[in-house]
């Protein structure tokens, strides 16, 4: 059984499709590339499966977790890094990180060395209200790699990064597949060599197709 399977999954919005008819199962420790144009349904999908939009019609789980009727389980399980992190702007990246810890089973102990990793050190104690779109991005690159989830979900991950901050993306999807953690990344880029090991192809709101290993 995959870690992520959707079945038959569409997302109406006014009555007209954002995605329809997707079928799509990861396993466990699978790096999966989503593939497409803007507006072929990609950011769509990975909210489908982080609970943070319900399906029209038809079903999926997460770890087992049935997207709808066990959504808080799910959430507990997965880590979510899309357009606009999301932190309290008057707390600084520190205290951001430390209050997810107090609401996760997450180790504090980790949050100076996760900060470290992301070049935030220098500013671990400035409010997040302060920090620009790619320091934003770099803190939820820090709370992933707090948290330690099962699944990661990316949605144009590299958006705004600097080179030193794309590698920190790239140590993400290594260090999933040494420990079993299930990658779903979104991206308009073309994937890099070695660090996934599937591609999936959506257009129109479909999947069209399913490459082989990227290896």
């Not at 420790?29 to 319900?54: F, Y």
Request: hydrophobic fraction near 45%; charge should be neutral; proline fraction near 4%.
């Amino acid at each position: 059984m995959g870690v992520i399977q959707l079945r038959r999954v569409a997302r109406l919005f006014d009555g007209m499709p954002a995605i329809t008819q997707v079928d799509l199962e990861v396993q466990r420790g699978e790096r999966i590339w989503l593939s497409g144009t803007n507006g072929s349904g990609k950011s769509t999908l990975l909210r489908v499966v982080a609970t943070a939009l319900s399906p029209t019609f038809g079903s999926g789980t997460v770890c087992g977790l049935d997207l709808v009727r066990q959504r808080a389980a799910v959430r507990a399980r997965i880590e979510l890094l899309g357009h606009e992190p999301r932190f309290y702007r008057e707390l600084s990246a520190r205290e951001n990180l430390r209050f997810v810890c107090s609401l996760t089973r997450a180790d504090p102990a980790r949050i100076d060395g996760a900060l470290e990793r992301v070049g935030l050190v220098e500013v671990a104690d400035v409010r997040f209200a302060s920090f620009s779109q790619g320091m934003r991005q770099r803190l939820a690159l820090a709370r992933c790699i707090v948290r330690e989830p099962e699944v990661v979900l990316l949605d144009e991950p590299y958006a705004g990064l600097d080179e030193d901050a794309r590698s920190v993306v790239d140590d993400v999807l290594v260090e999933a597949r040494g420990c079993g953690r299930t990658v779903l990344l979104a991206s308009h880029e073309q994937p890099p060599t070695g660090l996934v090991d599937r591609r999936v192809v959506m257009d129109a709101g479909r999947v069209v197709a399913h490459d082989g290993a990227l290896r």
